[in-house]
């Protein structure tokens, strides 16, 4: 069975930055794609970033380039998401995913991210 367990979460203000992390048990973590999806109030939930399971390809939506990095280290079966300069519109539930080589998905709880002055 595979568990991701998302923290790191939390208030910050406009400016500031927050690192999440996303622990993964129950799976070869070095064979899993990772992501991270976000879900603000009101909204549906969107992809923010992806990378592949080497860490050698990544991609991001165009409102967190520049100022979002997504990394992850095999050997910790962790992957982790630097938000810098949040921003209000940043606020949200975050949310880690893991594709496996068949195709399924796996998700974590969620952690939530409030940037407010």
């Known amino acids: 069975q595979v568990r991701l367990v998302e923290s790191g979460g939390g208030l910050v203000q406009p400016g500031e930055s927050l690192r999440l992390s996303c622990a993964v048990s129950?799976?070869?973590?070095?064979?899993?794609?990772m992501s991270w999806y976000r879900q603000a109030p009101g909204k549906e939930r969107e992809l923010v970033t992806t990378?592949?399971?080497?860490?050698?390809?990544?991609n991001y939506i165009d409102s967190v380039k520049g100022r979002f990095t997504i990394f992850r280290d095999n050997a910790k079966s962790t992957v982790y998401l630097q938000m810098n300069t949040l921003k209000p519109e940043d606020t949200a539930v975050y949310y880690c995913?893991?594709?496996?080589?068949?195709?399924?998905?796996?998700w974590g709880q969620g952690t939530q991210v409030t940037v407010s002055s």
């Open positions: 995913r893991a594709r496996d080589p068949s195709g399924n998905e796996h």
């Open positions: 129950g799976f070869t973590f070095s064979r899993l794609a």
């Open positions: 990378i592949t399971t080497t860490g050698f390809s990544t």
